[in-house]
């Protein structure tokens, strides 16, 4: 496993120097860049820097654009690992090099663990730059909980990557990645927690942002990283977290196993 991991790192460091420029890391963080501005300017030109007592109900906070900013901050760095790992195979298949990584004994786990590891260098430069964007516009951490938050963002990253393989599944099934991981981007924008508590969504689409692992990460994340407050406050989340880990690792493991046998049968005999 560890050769397969240590290669695959070595092979996308490379090819991130050499084929993708700046452009690409600034197209990744615009969506979070995006919410940021809209947010501070909706707050204080159309809110008048005053929320009303639902959403703070709702959201268990006044601090609106802490709320937000800490939202965009997540979302930017969830999309980002979704697409690293979920785009792997098909990227492969659509490189040619598909059919010689799924004939050699490489381990899998490797494969996707050196892709993950390569790409969270790209992710925490992105991460480190909306947090100082955010900072700028309003973004209050001076109560963080170090350690709270990083055990919270291993969980969370943890049950992203389990989403992440299901993704990835789709994406071989329908031979596309542009309207499958879309679908999802915008659907994780409107039911997710991330501009608005999911309160304010009718009861009957709830359940859709339940499911999702953003939702109850976001949740955690404002607690620990915005409020300061300590592991115990979020445990609720975590069990989420871990209970969707349970669900959406095997699902995923299965179902990208069952579209390799199907990718090499259609397309390579």
């Not at 992440?164 to 994406?171: E, I, P, Q, R």
């Not at 542009?178 to 659907?187: A, K, S, V």
């Not at 999702?212 to 404002?222: E, K, Q, V, Y």
Request: glycine fraction near 8%.
């Amino acid at each position: 496993m560890w050769l397969t991991f240590r290669a695959t790192f070595i092979r996308n460091f490379i090819t991130m120097k050499r084929a993708y420029p700046w452009s690409f890391f600034v197209g990744h963080i615009l969506t979070g860049v995006y919410l940021t501005l809209f947010a501070f300017l909706t707050y204080h030109y159309v809110f008048d820097q005053s929320m009303d007592g639902q959403f703070q109900s709702y959201a268990e906070t006044g601090d609106y654009l802490s709320y937000v900013i800490s939202g965009a901050l997540l979302y930017t760095f969830s999309v980002s690992l979704l697409m690293i790992v979920s785009r792997a195979l098909i990227t492969e298949l659509r490189e040619g090099t598909l059919e010689a990584l799924l004939l050699t004994p490489s381990s899998r786990k490797g494969y996707f663990l050196g892709y993950l590891s390569q790409g969270f260098m790209r992710m925490g430069i992105e991460f480190i730059a909306m947090l100082l964007l955010g900072a700028l516009f309003g973004l209050t951490f001076s109560n963080v909980n170090l350690l709270a938050t990083g055990t919270v963002l291993a969980v969370f990253i943890t049950c992203l990557f389990s989403q992440a393989l299901v993704l990835g599944g789709f994406m071989l099934q329908f031979r596309d990645t542009y309207l499958t991981q879309n679908t999802l981007f915008i659907l994780m924008g409107l039911v997710c927690s991330i501009t608005f508590p999911i309160e304010y969504l009718p009861q009957s689409v709830q359940w859709i942002g339940l499911i999702m692992p953003l939702t109850h990460g976001i949740d955690a994340f404002r607690d620990v990283f915005v409020e300061g407050a300590g592991i115990i406050a979020v445990r609720e989340s975590i069990y989420w977290l871990i209970g969707l880990t349970i669900i959406y690792f095997p699902v995923g493991s299965l179902f990208l196993q069952r579209m390799e046998r199907t990718v090499l049968e259609k397309h390579f005999g």
